[in-house]
């Protein structure tokens, strides 16, 4: 599945690229009115590609998490 590039994720590679450009996460949150730790996670998971910015989904699969229809008789 291809994911579409949205807004958030060219917004997430400008400031990944100027901290990469600059060799500074802390002027890159100032400029751009982020945190650190934000830029941090973004260059962590940035791989040239916009793509590598998008959100990961957090949600998790239980194995009751459907429940058996029962019928009665």
Partial sequence: MKTSITEEMRFRQKVVEYAIKHKNNAEAARRYKTSIQQV?????????????????????????????IVKHM
Avoid: F, T
């Fill in 40 to 68: 941090q996670r973004w260059l962590k998971k940035y791989d040239g590609s916009v793509e590598s910015l998008a959100n990961k989904s957090r949600r998790h699969s239980h194995p009751n998490q459907h429940s058996r």
